[in-house]
Each structure stands twice: as C-alpha cells, then as structure tokens.
C-alpha cells in the first residue's frame, strides 16, 4: 500500500490477457481458488500473531511473562521481512499486554527468531548460523516462529544449523515451528526413510513436459533431467481444486516462465519459469503470496516485468537495501540539511 496502485479488476484483465484465450478462465478460477489459501493480507497476518501471543507450546500457562523474558532476534541479512514482522507484533504485544518488545528480553537465554515465510531455507541457515558464531550466548533456547513453511528448506536449514551449533561448542535448543499456518511438502526424496515425496507436492511440479518448442529446448539445455510428480496427487494441503486444475496452472506457468525469460533481460538464470532455484530444477513453485511482496520462488509469470506485466509486482532485496540506505542517510540529516 502506498508503493504500488491497488489492484482492480482491470489490472488482472490486463495480466491474464497475456495468456492464451481458452486457458483464461479456468486458469483464473483456479489462482483464485488456490490464493484463498495462500495469499496472507495483513488482517490475517495480525490474526495469526495475536494467536501466537497465546500459543501454549510456546508461552505456557503465562504469556506475559514468557514474552517479558524473550529477545527478539533482527537479523536478518536480506529483505525487510523480519523487521516488518516484528513491527507488527510489537503493536499486538502492546495491544495485549501494554507493552511492546522494546519491553522484552528481561531474560539472556530466550530468543524469538520472527519471519512471514520459509521458502529454501537459505535465509535463516545463514541468519542463524552467523549469529550462533559471533554472537549467541554459550547457553540458549530459540524459537523460530514462521507463518508459512516449505518443508524441504526447513530440514535443508536444521540440518546446518544444528551443525554450526556443535562446530560453536554451544548449548542452543532450536525449537522449530511452535506456530504455523500452513505447511506445505516440497521434498523430492528421502534417503533415509526411501520415501517418494514429490507425488503429493503442494508446490507447482508439472507432471509432463509439453510439446512446446521453447519448453523442450529449455529442458534439453538442463544438465539434470527435471524431476516430475505422477498425476493423482494435487497435493497433502488441499490447496488446489483438483489435479486437473493444478495441472493446468503447471503446465501454463511453465510454458509462460519459459517465454519471459527469452523475453526479460534483467533476470539471473537461478530466475527458473517456475520461481526461483539455486539448484537446477524447473524452479521453486511456491504459490505462497503476502500483503508485502510476491517472492521471487513464485512463478515468474506471478511476478517478472518489462515487458511481461506482472499479477504482483515485486520489490527486490537490493531495492529493499538501498531504501534501507536512504532513510538511514536521511535520518541523520538535521531539518536545514533536509
């Protein structure tokens, strides 16, 4: 609000009309159906952390008094999101019990890690690992609290962040996910257990690859085969109306992500059709989408602009950075400077 016009019914005409006629409408029936569930306005952000002030598997018996004791942990090395979050429930703390967490950490050993949304994991491995090394006290209990959660960047990030701890030397229980909304599977493949995850994706995975010429010539250029999910399964989280419907907004946000990017200049190549992907893959998938931005793991054709027009036009990290810089240049600037 205030950065970019409200959305209006013009708008997503004006988006979906860069698809081909007869998918229009069932693909538009579908996201709608789909972002009933994954979309987070800010009311329904509020809601879930005047629900988290009273999780009893976090706070016990006593709230108050467990949120008195804990710190709350901005470091976050990208993006606004954490400080955003913690803006906001600083105002529900204060609504709840007349303070904010300014009036917290009365306790050295309790932390709150706060974050709208986990997608690979990569962001919190490297928050917490670097604050496990430099900063973490010798002894420590942190609760790492998210709205959203992809299940396959949170063991990817457990799994190194338990590491660093043993390589500190260092007695922190991590508490992992007291509070959520939703959890989505995103696994491919479980070594341990042998166990196939991919069929029961709640992320966009296309069960074929169309006979399209750009889409075959993007995949020939992979050096891994794409890994497919069989048909069947739309999903553990009931996201989706049916197979069917996903399969539709697989295969359509699939061969428009191939398009715009032989059309848009300004993306990297971990930029895949499908959101993006360090890894080599047909890209992240996620459908997730919050009142602050549309994440970058999200279908491009979500997202990507000039000279696609975007459903949810995206603020970058680096953009986040150098607004963070300007208002902290401003903020030192005295009124005969400004």
Known sequence: KGEIEAPTPDHVDRWVNQFEDK?????LRELDHVLKRTYFSKQRV????????????????????????ANFLDIQGGGDSQRDMLKLFSEVL??????GIEGCGQRDDVFIYLDDCLFTGNRV????????????????????????LHKSGFHYA????????????????IEWRPA?????????????????????SDVLLPTFIPDDPAVKNYVESMKRKPTLRRSGNPGTAKLFSSDEAKI??????????????????????????????????????????????????APLALWAGDPWYPL???????????????RRKISGLTEEDL
């Open 23 to 27: 998918v229009q409408l069932p693909l």
């Open 46 to 69: 509020m809601a879930f952390l005047r629900k988290l002030i009273y999780a009893e598997n976090l706070t016990g018996n006593n709230p108050q008094e467990f949120w008195r004791s």
């Open 94 to 99: 204060r609504g709840e019990f007349g303070f």
């Open 125 to 148: 491995r490297q928050d917490i690992e670097k604050w496990v090394i430099n900063t973490a006290p010798a002894q420590a209990k942190v609760y790492v609290v998210y709205i959203a």
């Open 158 to 173: 457990k799994k190194y962040i338990r590491d660093a701890i043993q390589k500190a030397r260092k007695n922190i229980d």
């Open 180 to 200: 959520l909304a939703i959890e989505l599977e995103n696994r491919i493949f479980n070594k341990k257990e042998n166990k196939e995850y991919s069929d029961s």
């Open 248 to 297: 539709l907004l697989e295969q359509e946000f699939l061969k428009t992500g191939v398009r715009i990017r032989q059309r848009c200049s300004n993306l990297m190549v971990t930029h895949r059709p499908l959101g993006y992907m360090k890894l080599e893959t047909l890209g992240f998938g996620s459908l997730i989408v919050t009142y602050r931005n549309c994440p970058n793991n």
């Open 312 to 326: 949810f036009p995206r603020v970058t990290n680096t953009q986040t950075a150098i607004r963070r810089t300007i």
